[in-house]
């Protein structure tokens, strides 16, 4: 009786008074205006933001107009050319309010459990364009009003809008907003139908009145003047609608009048000979939501069953479109007819219309909607059967088929963690899986086999999770605005409840340890923190969750956890606050801490203290709180009480990729992020990217593993040994604390990714994504391989069919080819202006394609490395920004391109190869029902044998046409409720794949079944691509994460099919010539060839090797070992000398079989796989100190050779004459003594030791490491030096003998570097520093250098030095620390006192860095930020500070009153501190303020100091610096002399002058240093800034007499430009650019007229030098980098060509070509072509040999070529007999090689650091090693009495002796 008044209307705007707003709220741009149209005063809502401009009724919304009238009517009127929106709040019975919204700015129809969106179709004017171009229009009307808009009387059945869309009953209209843009006039509800164009005398007449219709209320018509229609002026809208317009689900005008299509019975009754004419959007849908939310439980598999009871139909134009059947939970409110009508109410029922116009009718059980969900634990799809509408169609009765198997797809695994946080990860109870959130899915893991079971049911991203104790019970929540928590079964994997949260934004969850209590914390309606607690103990009996209690607070809470030991108690945190909870008599209840002055962080985690205690009470514990602030917080929880409050110390800036162990201290702390606590330890993570373990008191780390990113989360097993850690960047892992061994479980995009693309071959996945990764993961492991970063997006990949090379397209329109094998980039293109939306590599491998978004497509030659642009078209790729993966595609026999445009409407086909057009397809034009343009949208080829192309559309159709005609063969409709994204059809063509918004559907391609197609849910966000694995045995599926589903066709099936095992042979980088004939290829007669071969994949070439390949028997070696050095073989006799075997190919074979001069080089190399290794972390892991003067050395890629073979003494073929250069990396590795002019320093591994008046050195070889640093005693007699070992154990100290050179003894004892050493005054004892790795200190006895005591610091070690006055004492400076100590000894026991002092606390956090004593009991030490203190030694305080520079100080030297510092700002100071010892005698604050030091002079050098030695008052002295060089400094001239020089970067090329006067280096830098042979002294250096200087050559002399000519030097670069140099002007004469990429070889012809110059890419130019200009290209070696040229004269008729000159050219294919030249004449010909085989079965690895060729200097007819291929040699080939005539086993791969213009010797390099030196006639070899990295390069002079050798900067000049 309470609803009476509400009857028969209620006027919504006059019951509120909606014109004084107290009961209604107006926003924005809300005014009165008179309507013209309505003679009325309407309300007027404009304004561009809908939410900020609108009108709600009630005011608020905790108020409810509380109107339970079934149909609400609105009056109102859309703005012209704008948009509009309405919502409607209704609440349903359930007390569940629902939001209904509809605008012309929704596109579509969209619903949630809460939400309904509905489209509104806008009516026009009657006769207008408009109006005509709607009543033919079946779609794209929804949009902003048109023109003629008319007022509206819109019509909603509330009742049935809810039941049949939601499937719950409708209770009352709660609230209405109207927003902007539109005219308002008034708003009622009824019960009645009331009709606009009805008058109440027609309704009598009628008798329509009694069955529930009328007329207008009178204050609620619009007016009609006399003799026109209602219908003609304005538009009458019902809803739901039959309109037939697309979208559906819409609202919009329907066809019929209102009152006759309506039936009279509101109760929906069902007639038996009536027909309901029902929509196709309600039709189509059949409450699919209803039915997730309530399915029914049917039989999965029921056989069909046939009824021989037929209803009565009608056949009316609505049944064209299908009936509508519903389920059984709406029986109750429909009334069947008895007998068979109520047979066709039943679900399943589908009615067949035969030919004959019989109707049969099949009842199934299964109908033609499947929603699959998958069974977590079996792993098994389950199927949720929807009920299907009800077709009529003309085929006659016959079996039903579907598409099988069903289900055809099973989640086999996704890569992807977090989604709306990365915080929440838990481990089981067993510690044998680890759960975690995974986007809207639930993840768990087996930690050891990577096994995953997957938890299905949120509609959100889960925000949230928490286990019970004993991990049976896990809850989850999901974000947003509906958060729903679900409690679910762990062991079973089954939801056990789900439940609103009366919150949204659930972002903590907290399970108590019993399972019985759940608390969680959102946000209420006003944003506020709400925490709601659960009574979840009935849960796994079936019982439902009971709210206990809720709080609504101010307080800011990060998390809040139960506590384990009382389900009543809690304690959450967050900004500013540390709260206790508890639950008393239903309330919940906080109490603060009282955090003192620490109220103003804001703390991150809370965790209790573990364990109990037999003789406390269980609250009586402790709870630890971190904070953003580094803070930690130990609270007694019963007391509330802080306890004890740490801080853990920044993070060190990173310095060589390593960092400082963290304390806890004083000073500004970093952000801890998460704590979890164990009975044991405590573990942290933090912003740095640190997972720390402490033990509970926080004394000092003892484990820490250092992550990508900040470390988010943290949780200790239950058994205590692994620690779960989540980063901010998506990674999950954890670190076993036994084994100290970190486990990576999970790597993630942390944004969308775009694309993806599978390497068949090797089983990788490629990804790219919106966070500007790409990632390269292995498909079956799921761990992730590699990850490129890149400054713009990447927007898509494309996998190389074969090699392991992928392209990627970026969102700036650059194109990059990344090699994998060498993590490198291969090519870069810049084509296109706008983003790539296409990139595609042809199946054969041999092309790459990309589309730009301006228009633009590309043809790229991918035989090449260099990728080279072939062709670019404009304006033929549709213009349409986005993200595309499938806007282009290529047929799978690589002949055909198709992709969209110009325009949207038009596919074009074009030729593979040259881009030409082929075919144009207009898809707009395909409908001719249609009035409306229909666009492509993604394109795909079907396999070639099915000749089809495969178009998705705007309209959500895909069409099949014919690859050849265009026609259309096949068409299929709404084939997602949105666009299509991404298609691909399977390789036997019987299947296709599609996916459109969050949804998976897999169909048959020929659609023959009458269901076609299965469903697959489980994305939480819109699929961007969709594509079946090489093996088709899967597909992938990308959006918010890596979907990798097993694809369960049987295999007759899918015949086709199956799992690559074993890789295929990928092709060459060169394109392979496989349709030339063999019999085609002539060998060469002498004749030049008309045209170059090229290597092919044909017949097995015969063994030209007579001689078993079965080692080096014959070598007999002595083995010797010693510290750090590698096992050498010595001889004893010239009996016993080495030999290398020689082959020789019987006589026989030379003289009958002719050598093919082009021999067969099998190219398919395949790369080696390279897997990331897991990063074993332990306890003495720590960062290298931010400083420069702590060393580092040098990364080298190269091992030490083991077995070496050194000449015996005397008998050495080489002799080292002179090191070129100084290690500027070593740290005190220079010595200098005034007095005996001793010159001491190191270059690599090599003592160098030179006499500075005649410049002669002397080498001391024993290290074959870098040299770190040295040490002199005080007399000059004895030299200690320092290198890392080279097999890895401590580090190795040689003792050297300055009198003969002899190396006295070797000690050991630091297990990483040694930092620094010193001897004492009288040089009784050697001390020695570790470094970082070590943090010890090493005192020695040097009278037997036995080991006298040792100490470990805390803290690194920078530098140390003895105690002038006192041999006892000593200090040293470190990381905030100066350690002042004493040797104390008592008899033979030494042992070592540290006295540990702080820096001053003004200083902060800073790095001592130097020291040096003065004479008057001061010690001063320099710092990482430029600062100079000045310590007392008798306080051990610092009494004094100044800025000594801007840099950091790695230098200090003192003499009396001066002090020396040198830092890495390039300068060098001298001071006057006479006021410092002044100073150091008064206490006086003025004396203080007085006092000053005074700066000399200083002066620049040219790169940063690093070692300095100065004579006895500071006048003059020796100075190094990191770029290699030493200067003499005197400061009373000012002046500094470059004494030393060296190449601070590597070393590219070496060549000698031919007289022999100088020769010339060239660097990575872009020097060309000019040297004096004789003096090794630097005569001039050319530098060209920005570019690398790869190669040079000189110019040969013309008039020998003179060596005019031979003062000049041409260099190549890396920018393609070749330089010619002079060095009597000193000068650059000329610069040509003959290449485009980098010139990688250059040579002078023989008579030097001209240059010779080969590219990266494999062009080489005939350059002049005399013009300028280029006279010729050979492009023969195009794509492959150019390794050498050579030229050498011969016999002007000798081979057959004429010609003074022959030359030849090699190239890293393994292909050498030889040409024969006479320049003045112009004349160049290809003499012959050598292609060299290498094994097929090995994978490339990241490095390989280069390949070399040259000429024999004795024979010119005979070439040698080292380089990788089927065996390690030196090969012979004779240009007279065609065939390879000789072989020279190598023990290792060359690197470099150079042979003796004698003829004698040949030199060898290899990456082993090892120079073999071999006599070729008999094979005999000496081995050498006097170099720290691997040998690149080795140059005879060109007497051959010199020899040099490289390796990086390090350049040695060698003697040639015994030739």
């Not at 809908?50 to 009630?58: C, E, F, Q």
């Not at 299509?261 to 029902?278: D, E, G, K, S």
């Amino acid at each position: 009786m309470s609803n009476v008044w509400q009857h028969p209307y209620v006027n919504i705007f006059k019951h509120f008074k909606v014109e004084e707003w107290k009961k209604a709220t107006k926003e924005g741009d809300v005014t009165t205006i008179m309507d013209k149209t309505l003679k009325c005063t309407v309300y007027r809502i404009r304004g561009a933001i809908p939410a900020s401009n609108y009108i709600l009724l009630p005011k608020t919304s905790t108020q409810s107009l509380g109107l339970t009238g079934r149909y609400l009517y609105l009056l109102f009127k859309p703005t012209p050319e704008k948009h509009f929106v309405v919502h409607l709040d209704v609440a349903t019975k359930d007390c569940q309010v629902i939001r209904i919204s509809f605008s012309n700015l929704f596109k579509e129809f969209k619903s949630t459990a809460t939400w309904l969106q509905f489209p509104f179709v806008c009516g026009a004017t009657k006769d207008s364009v408009y109006d005509h171009t709607s009543k033919t229009a079946k779609q794209d009307l929804v949009g902003p009003a048109p023109s003629g808009v008319r007022w509206t009387c819109l019509m909603m059945d509330l009742r049935y809008t809810l039941s049949i869309y939601l499937n719950r009953h409708y209770s009352h209209l709660k609230s209405i907003k109207f927003c902007s843009s539109l005219l308002v006039k008034n708003a009622f509800t009824s019960d009645l139908v009331c009709d606009p164009g009805l008058t109440f005398a027609d309704a009598k007449q009628t008798g329509l009145t009694l069955q529930g219709f009328g007329p207008m209320p009178r204050e609620m018509c619009f007016p009609v003047h006399s003799g026109e229609n209602w219908h003609d002026l304005y538009d009458y809208i019902r809803f739901p609608s039959d309109g037939s317009k697309m979208p559906f689900d819409s609202i919009q005008k329907g066809q019929a009048n209102p009152v006759t299509a309506h039936p009279p019975n509101v109760n929906l009754r069902r007639q038996q000979t009536r027909t309901v004419n029902i929509s196709k959007p309600i039709k189509d849908r059949v409450s699919l939501i209803q039915q997730i939310v309530s399915p029914k439980m049917l039989p999965r598999h029921c056989p069909p069953l046939l009824t021989t009871s037929l209803p009565e139909l009608c056949l009316t134009n609505g049944m064209s479109q299908g009936m509508l059947l519903t389920d059984t939970k709406r029986e109750d409110e429909l009334q069947n007819e008895e007998g068979a009508a109520s047979e066709i109410s039943s679900p399943g029922i589908e009615i067949i219309g035969g030919g004959d116009h019989s109707v049969h009718v099949f009842a199934q059980k299964d109908t033609d909607i499947t929603i699959h969900r998958h069974d977590s634990e079996a792993e098994e799809t389950m199927a949720t059967k929807i009920t299907g509408p009800v077709s009529l169609s003309a085929k006659k009765v016959h079996e039903h088929t579907k598409l099988l198997p069903d289900p055809i797809l099973k989640l086999n695994r996704i890569i992807g963690f977090g989604g709306s946080t990365t915080k929440s990860a838990l481990w089981t109870k067993t510690g044998v899986s680890v759960v975690y959130p995974c986007h809207a899915v639930i993840i768990s893991m087996d930690v050891a086999t990577g096994r995953q079971r997957f938890f299905f049911g949120h509609t959100d991203k889960v925000s949230a999770l928490s286990f019970n104790g004993n991990s049976t019970l896990l809850a989850s929540a999901q974000t947003g605005n509906h958060s729903m928590v679900r409690i679910w079964s762990y062991p079973k994997g089954a939801c056990l409840t789900m439940f609103k949260t009366h919150a949204h934004s659930v972002c903590c969850l907290s399970f108590s340890y019993n399972g019985g209590v759940l608390c969680g914390v959102g946000k209420d309606s006003h944003g506020k923190n709400m925490v709601v607690l659960w009574n979840t103990s009935k849960v796994n009996k079936g019982g439902e969750v009971v709210m206990i209690a809720k709080a609504h607070t101010d307080v800011d809470i990060q998390t809040m956890k139960i506590a384990f030991f009382d389900d009543t108690r809690m304690i959450s945190c967050g900004r500013g606050n540390i709260r206790l909870w508890r639950v008393r008599s239903g309330a919940l209840r906080s109490c603060p801490v009282n955090l003192g002055e620490y109220h103003s962080q804001e703390f991150t985690d809370v965790a209790f203290e573990e364990g109990h205690c037999a003789d406390r009470e269980p609250e009586d514990r402790t709870v630890y709180a971190c904070s953003k602030s580094g803070h930690i917080l130990e609270i007694d929880y019963k007391t509330v009480i802080i306890r004890n409050v740490r801080r853990l110390l920044p993070s060190q800036p990173k310095h060589s990729q390593r960092r400082e162990k963290q304390t806890f201290n004083t000073g500004s702390g970093i952000a801890i992020n998460s704590i979890s606590i164990s009975s044991t330890f405590c573990a942290t993570g933090s912003e740095d990217g640190f997972l720390r373990l402490w033990p509970l008191d926080f004394s000092s780390v003892f484990l820490e593993a250092e992550h990508e990113g900040p470390v988010n989360f943290v949780s200790i097993g239950s058994e205590g040994l692994s620690i779960l850690a989540a980063t901010s960047t998506g990674n999950l892992g954890y670190l076993d604390v036994s084994s100290r061994k970190y486990t990576t479980l999970m790597r993630s995009h942390v944004d969308t990714i775009l694309a993806f693309s599978i390497d068949g071959i090797r089983r990788h996945i490629a990804t790219v994504s919106l966070d500007n990764t790409i990632r390269v993961w292995d498909l079956d492991s799921m761990q992730q391989l590699y990850d490129f970063i890149s400054e713009d997006i990447p927007s898509a990949v494309s996998f190389h069919p074969m090699q392991p090379v992928f392209a990627c397209g970026f969102s700036s329109g650059m194109v990059r080819v990344f090699s994998i094998a060498r993590s490198t980039i291969l090519a870069e293109h810049k084509q296109h202006r706008g983003q790539i939306t296409g990139l595609r590599f042809s199946p054969n491998g041999e092309y790459l394609y990309s589309a730009g978004s301006m228009g633009a497509l590309a043809l790229y030659s991918a035989a090449e490395q260099e990728h080279h642009v072939i062709r670019v078209l404009g304006n033929v790729v549709v213009r349409r920004q986005g993200w595309c993966p499938d806007v282009l595609t290529v047929s799978d026999d690589s002949r055909s391109l198709a992709f969209v445009g110009p325009t949207e409407y038009i596919v074009t086909v074009m030729d593979a190869c040259s881009l030409d057009e082929l075919l144009r397809i207009d898809v707009s034009i395909l409908d001719l029902e249609s009035t409306n343009l229909d666009s492509a949208v993604k394109v795909c080829y079907a396999p070639t044998s099915v000749g089809h192309l495969l178009v998705s559309t705007s309209s959500n159709k895909i069409l099949w046409l014919d690859t050849k005609s265009g026609r259309l063969v096949r068409e299929v409709s709404n084939v997602h409720k949105q666009q299509c994204t991404s298609l691909s059809v399977s390789d036997d063509g019987q299947f296709l794949i599609t996916a459109g918004e969050k949804v998976v559907k897999v169909w048959d391609y020929n659609m023959k079944h009458d269901v076609n197609y299965q469903v697959f849910i489980g994305h939480s966000e819109q699929i961007q691509q969709v594509n079946f694995a090489p093996d088709q045995l899967g597909i992938v599926t990308v959006g918010d994460a890596v979907y990798i589903w097993d694809f369960l066709a049987s295999p007759a099936e899918v015949q086709h099919s199956k799992r690559i095992l074993s890789p295929a042979k990928p092709q060459s980088p060169l394109k392979q010539d496989t349709e030339t004939n063999w019999s085609q290829k002539r060998m060469s007669s002498g004749m030049p060839r008309q045209t170059v071969p090229v290597p092919i994949s044909g017949p097995s070439c015969l063994d030209i090797s007579a001689i078993s390949r079965a080692g080096q028997e014959d070598l007999a070696s002595l083995y010797e070992e010693r510290v750090g050095s590698p096992q050498r073989c010595s001889t004893a006799g010239p009996l016993q000398d080495s030999f290398l075997r020689i082959t020789l190919p019987p006589s026989s074979l030379r003289k009958s079989l002719p050598f093919k001069s082009s021999i067969e080089c099998n190219n398919d190399l395949e790369a080696e796989d390279l897997s990331e290794e897991e990063k074993k972390l332990t306890h003495n892991t720590l960062a290298c100190p931010d400083a420069y003067k702590h060393f580092t050395p040098r990364f080298k890629t190269s091992s030490l050779a083991q077995n070496i073979i050194t000449p015996p003494t005397g008998e050495e073929y080489l002799k080292l004459k002179a090191v070129i250069g100084y290690n500027g990396n070593g740290r005190g590795n220079m010595f200098w003594n005034p007095d005996t002019g001793l010159f001491i320093y190191t270059c690599g591994c090599v003592v160098v030791v030179e006499n500075l008046h005649t410049g002669l050195q002397k080498h001391w070889l024993g290290h074959y490491e870098e040299i770190s640093t040295l040490a002199v005693t005080h007399d000059a007699q004895v030299v200690a030096s320092a290198s890392k070992n080279s097999n890895g154990s401590c580090s190795l100290i040689c003792i050297w003998s300055i009198v003969d050179g002899s190396t006295r003894t070797t000690i050991s004892f630091h297990k990483g570097e040694v930092q620094a050493m010193t001897y004492s005054r009288d040089d009784r004892y050697l001390l020695s520093a570790g470094d970082y790795r070590d943090l010890s200190i090493a005192l020695w006895a040097t009278s037997t250098y036995q080991l006298l005591a040792t100490a470990s610091l805390s803290v690194p070690i920078h530098d140390l030095s003895f105690n002038p006055v006192s041999d006892s004492k000593f200090a040293c400076a470190g990381s905030g620390f100066s350690f002042f100590c004493l040797i104390k000894q008592q008899g033979k026991d030494v042992e070592l006192e540290m006295h540990e002092v702080t820096v001053p606390e003004e200083m902060g956090k800073v790095e001592q860095t130097a020291l040096c004593y003065s004479c008057n009991s001061i010690l001063y030490t320099s710092t990482n930020n430029g600062k100079i203190c000045a310590w007392d030694l008798d306080t051990n305080r610092c009494f004094m500070t100044w800025d000594g520079d801007e840099g950091e100080i790695g230098v200090l030297l003192c003499r009396g009153n001066r002090l020396l510092s040198g830092s890495n700002s390039r300068r060098i100071r001298l001071w006057s501190v006479a006021a410092v010892h002044a100073m150091r005698d008064q206490s006086s604050e003025t004396s203080h303020r007085n006092a000053s030091v005074l700066l000399e002079q200083e002066m620049s050098l040219d790169s940063t100091v690093v070692c300095a030695a100065f004579d006895d008052v500071l006048d003059m002295g020796i100075v190094g610096t990191t770029a290699g060089t030493l200067w003499y400094i005197n400061w009373i001239e000012n002046t500094s002399i470059r004494l030393i020089s060296g190449h601070k970067n590597k070393v590219n090329d070496v060549a000698f002058s031919q007289d022999e006067t100088y020769f010339a280096t060239c660097a990575e830098d872009g020097s060309v240093r000019v040297w004096s042979a004789a003096t090794i002294e630097l005569v001039v250096q050319f530098q060209v800034l920005n570019q690398s200087c790869l190669c040079i050559s000189w110019r040969p002399a013309v008039h020998p007499q003179t060596h005019r000519d031979s003062k000049h030097i041409a260099a190549g670069y890396s920018d393609g430009t070749l330089r010619l140099f002079s060095i009597r002007t000193m000068e650059m004469e000329m610069k040509l650019h003959p290449h485009q990429d980098e010139i990688t070889a250059i040579q002078f012809s023989v008579d030097g007229q001209v240059v010779l110059s080969g590219g990266k890419n494999g062009l080489m130019a005939v350059n002049s030098h005399q013009t300028g200009m280029t006279i010729r290209l050979i492009t023969d070696h195009r794509g492959a980098a150019v390794t050498s040229i050579q030229c050498a004269r011969k016999g002007y008729n000798e081979f057959g060509l004429e010609g003074s000159e022959v030359w030849l050219a090699s190239s890293s294919d393994r292909r050498v070509s030889i040409w024969v030249a006479d320049w003045q004449k112009g004349k160049c010909e290809l003499l012959d072509w050598l292609s060299f085989p290498a094994p097929s079965t090995e994978k490339e690895s990241d490095w390989l040999p280069p390949s070399l060729a040259f000429f024999s200097p004795s024979d010119p007819g005979v070439l040698l070529y080292v380089g990788y291929g089927m065996e390690k040699e030196i090969t012979f080939y004779s240009l007279h007999e065609k065939q390879i005539i000789k072989s020279i086993a190598l023990t290792h791969w060359s690197t470099c090689l150079s042979i003796c213009p004698k003829g004698n010797l040949v030199s060898v390099g290899c990456q082993e650091r090892l120079l073999k030196l071999i006599n070729p006639t008999n094979g005999r070899f000496q081995d050498f090693i006097c170099h720290s990295d691997s040998l690149h390069i080795c140059r005879f002079s060109p007497s051959g009495k010199q020899l040099f050798t490289s390796a990086y900067n390090e350049i040695l000049l060698w003697d040639v002796q015994g030739l």
